[in-house]
T-cell receptor
Framework: ETGVTQSPTHLIKTRGQQVTLRCSSQ?????VSWYQQALGQGPQFIFQ???????GRGNFPPRFSGLQFPNYSSELNVNALELDDSALYLC????????????FGPGTRLTVT | EDQVTQSPEALRLQEGESSSLNCSYT??????LFWYRQDPGKGPEFLFT???AGEEKEKERLKATLTKKESFLHITAPKPEDSATYLC?????????????FGPGTRLSVLP
């Protein structure tokens, strides 16, 4: 167990809708990253938050946005859902952005129809 | 550009048949190479971190090794419960923190 939790476990949305996914990091971990993992592929980095501010972003459009809160929880928001957004979304927490070791949550499976 | 490739894409072994998985990487300034195990629909489970060429780490039937350009995950006498996708990843070289570049994974099936 990594101590990182995500909710919900599964989610089904319709194209064009908006979705919010949630992650709870280990206590004391001030850095969280979000990844998208399409079926049969490795995770792709979406963005990272450090002390409630975005600290880096991968090749994802602005309709992917996030928030990090002081209580070690965070959110991934996706607007105007597209069919290709169907994937497993993973969050990973880290004790500090200067440390490379990260701990993954179980993921949220998003299906867009 | 930082890049990670893995081979083979899929591997089927008989129980007890040892083999190796390969991870090749290109990154400016290696700050660690990570191996994860991932079961279907689950998050990656940490296995090993290797930091320098020549380093080796073992856990049960798994042994990871690292050279300057690649890493191997050796599986000795595998069991059906070792069936999973094995991912390797490196921290991206252009910043610090947990922006990882992942390989596509190797899907391992161990048949009884």
């Amino acid at each position: 167990e990594t101590g990182v939790t995500q909710s919900p476990t599964h989610l089904i949305k319709t194209r064009g809708q908006q979705v919010t996914l949630r992650c709870s990091s280990q206590s004391g971990h001030n850095t969280v990253s979000w990844y998208q993992q399409a079926l049969g592929q490795g995770p792709q980095f979406i963005f990272q938050y450090y002390r409630e501010e975005e600290n880096g972003r991968g090749n994802f459009p602005p309709r992917f946005s996030g928030l990090q809160f002081p209580n070690y929880s965070s959110e991934l928001n996706v607007n105007a859902l597209e069919l290709d957004d169907s994937a497993l979304y993973l969050c990973a927490s880290n004790v500090d952005r200067g440390r490379v070791e990260q701990y993954f949550g179980p993921g949220t499976r998003l299906t867009v129809t | 550009e930082d890049q990670v490739t893995q081979s083979p894409e899929a591997l089927r072994l008989q129980e007890g048949e040892s083999s190796s998985l390969n991870c090749s990487y290109t990154v400016s300034g290696l700050r660690g190479l990570f191996w994860y195990r991932q079961d279907p629909g689950k998050g990656p489970e940490f296995l090993f971190t290797l930091y320098s060429a020549g380093e080796e780490k073992e856990k049960e039937r798994l042994k990871a090794t690292l050279t300057k350009k690649e890493s191997f995950l050796h599986i000795t006498a595998p069991k059906p419960e070792d069936s999973a996708t094995y991912l390797c990843a490196v921290p991206r070289g252009d910043n610090y923190g947990q922006n990882f570049v992942f390989g596509p994974g190797t899907r391992l099936s161990v048949l009884p």
